[in-house]
């Protein structure tokens, strides 16, 4: 890498890091990182600055200026999650958004820096409107707070069919236990970070009882059966308290039971089939809180309908061992 572009490179990936800092500092003024002020603008003024710096050599091809602000964008990924300001799983989710905003950033600077080689009269005017693009995540963070924040609930659900009676299929389902680490199979949720399943337990198999799942790095879920009919459906109403999530386990911004994202109720049902086989469905209720419901909702089901498939995919697999 040239000299000229290791330093708009850095001066862009120092921008970022401090515009991430301010907002822990000033959060209760910029509300949420997850705002439309951070997560669009910051990466826009990101490459915005890239380009701006860059030789005008370097930014002659249309590849370049699309390009480029990726760098700074990868170098702040990976000094936030060293730093354990970030989580990996929320960076993996929006980095894509990120590096695309990114480069409208860039783009918008190469247009500018076109005007600037036309005009010359206009280059301190246009230098004074790149300066305020810069000052826009901050400046825009104080007008927006909490306020495009908007609850979105999901409802997804996956099935399988399993060649055994609604009887067995009802006996592994309600006798988890130990998860053993040959019984899991990778999957995305846990290429992603999120905790493997150890044991799931039941206290009482009553309306009333309470369900306990246990997942590794201290994540655990009380649930408590809300309907129950026996080898037919049991409803779990999931009760999520942020606070004993230890912080270790998943990004701040993205940990269950807090205000961006939740789990509610958990529902599994049981169909006989003509053939003798059954029909097992885990469906769940979640929501998300975000002001980009449109691109959170994306990733939310996909993952969320992988950890209902490796649920079911292990009563299916147990069954089969009968």
């Known amino acids: 890498m040239e000299k000229s572009t290791t330093l708009a490179v850095t001066a ?3 921008y970022g890091l401090l515009l991430r800092i301010l907002h822990d500092l000033l959060d209760q003024f910029l509300g949420s990182i997850i705002s439309i002020s951070f997560v669009m603008l910051a990466p826009l003024t990101i490459g915005f600055l890239t380009i701006y710096l860059l030789p005008k050599d370097q930014t002659k091809s249309m590849v370049s200026i699309i390009f ?14 060293a730093l354990n300001i970030e989580g990996t ?13 990114a480069s409208l950033g860039g783009i918008i600077a190469s247009q500018i820096r076109k005007k600037n080689d036309r005009d010359s009269n206009q280059k ?21 707070g909490d306020t495009t924040s908007s609850r979105k609930d999901f409802y997804i659900s996956r ?8 009887k067995q299929v009802w006996k592994e389902l309600t006798n988890i236990n130990e998860i053993k680490p040959e019984e899991q199979k990778n999957s995305l949720s ?6 493997r399943h150890i044991s799931t337990t039941i206290e009482k198999l009553e309306i009333g009882g309470r369900r306990i799942a246990i997942y590794d790095k201290g994540l655990f879920f009380n649930e408590t059966i809300a309907k129950l009919e026996n080898e037919q459906l049991l409803v779990l109403n999931i009760n999520i308290n942020p606070n004993t999530i230890p912080v270790k386990v998943m990004d701040e911004h ?9 789990i509610l109720q958990d529902v599994y049902r049981l169909q006989s089939l003509s053939d003798g086989t059954c029909k097992l469905t885990l469906s769940s209720h979640f929501y998300i809180n975000t002001p980009f419901n449109w ?8 993952l969320m309908g992988d950890i209902l498939k490796s649920q079911i995919n292990l009563i299916q697999s147990r069954t089969y061992k009968i």
């Open 89 to 101: 799983i929320c960076w993996l989710m929006i980095f894509p958004l990120f590096a695309f905003t």
């Open 12 to 14: 862009a990936t120092v």
């Open 159 to 166: 099935s399988v069919i399993i060649k055994a009676s609604s």
């Open 295 to 302: 691109y959170a909702g994306l990733w939310s089901e996909y």
């Open 124 to 144: 301190n005017r246009n230098t004074l409107y790149g300066s305020f693009i810069l000052c826009l995540p901050l400046v825009l963070g104080f007008i927006e």
């Open 190 to 195: 846990t290429f992603l970070g999120f905790p």
């Open 68 to 81: 480029k602000p990726f760098l700074p964008c990868a170098i702040l990924m990976c000094i936030t999650i």
């Open 254 to 262: 993205i940990v269950l039971g807090g205000k961006h994202v939740d």
